[in-house]
């Protein structure tokens, strides 16, 4: 049963502190997305990539938050320092590009609580 | 830009009824993707169903079924026999076909389901 596979499910943390998720999407998915929901907000999209390469960060506060994808397995979403405001969310996704509808498939997510 | 609304923030249905969650949608493009996602307490996203825009036939997925009117831009989602486990945020969401791997999702309608 393939699936995306998110740690940690829940972080708290203080100010301050850096913040690493990963996410390992599915094999064989070409396509890795993060999003960011809050209760305000929604479901934000912060950061894309296809075939490892980042494509649209632009969602993304780039002075504290950078996403990698060191192997086609790995996908990390970090944030240095943490603020409150960060409390949230994420969800990572994968997909494949040229599959027909090219859904995405979603995490359990993590929870992160910036104290 | 293609944008996606849903005017119903919260619905409420009583248990075996059917309900109807409406979607509607803003594109130039002629081909592209509709999906409905759930998002139960536990917070997974999962995808419920799926349209081609170029496929007429309306899509269906055991008690769940959409009304896609391309002309007019609209795509609900009718769930029958409503039960319990289909309380839910619904969340209706587009993709375009042309190569591009990001979706755009709606604000989300929160589906109560009363006993």
């Known amino acids: 049963d393939a699936r995306v596979t998110q740690t940690p499910r829940h972080k708290v943390t203080e100010m301050g502190q850096e913040v690493t998720m990963r996410c390992q999407p599915i094999?064989?998915?070409?396509?890795v997305f993060w999003y960011r929901q809050t209760m305000m907000q929604g479901l934000e999209l912060l950061a894309y990539?296809?075939?490892?390469?980042?494509?649209?960060d632009s969602g993304m506060p780039k002075d504290r938050f950078s996403a990698e994808m060191p192997d086609a397995t790995l996908a990390t979403l970090k944030i240095q320092p943490s603020e409150p405001r960060d409390s949230a969310v994420y969800f990572c996704?994968?997909?494949?590009?040229?599959?027909?509808?090219?859904?995405?498939?979603f995490g359990p997510g993590t929870r992160l609580t910036v104290l | 830009a293609q944008t996606v609304t849903q005017s119903q923030p919260e619905m409420s249905v009583q248990e075996a009824e059917t309900v109807t969650l409406s979607c509607t949608y803003d594109t130039s493009e002629s081909d592209y993707y509709l999906f409905w996602y759930k998002q139960p307490p536990s917070r997974q996203m999962i995808l419920v169903i799926r349209?081609?825009?170029?496929?007429?036939q309306n899509a269906t997925e055991n008690r769940f079924s959409v009304n896609f009117q391309k002309a007019a831009k609209s795509f609900s989602l009718k769930i029958s026999d409503s039960q319990l486990g289909d309380a839910a945020m619904y969340f209706c969401?587009?993709?375009?076909?042309?190569?591009?791997?990001?979706?755009?999702f709606g604000k989300g309608t929160r589906l109560h389901i009363l006993p």
């Open positions: 094999l064989g998915h070409n396509t």
């Open positions: 990539f296809r075939n490892r390469a980042p494509l649209d």
């Open positions: 996704a994968s997909g494949l590009t040229g599959k027909t509808y090219n859904e995405q498939f």
């Open positions: 969401a587009y993709r375009s076909a042309s190569g591009d791997d990001k979706i755009i």
């Open positions: 349209q081609e825009a170029y496929k007429q």
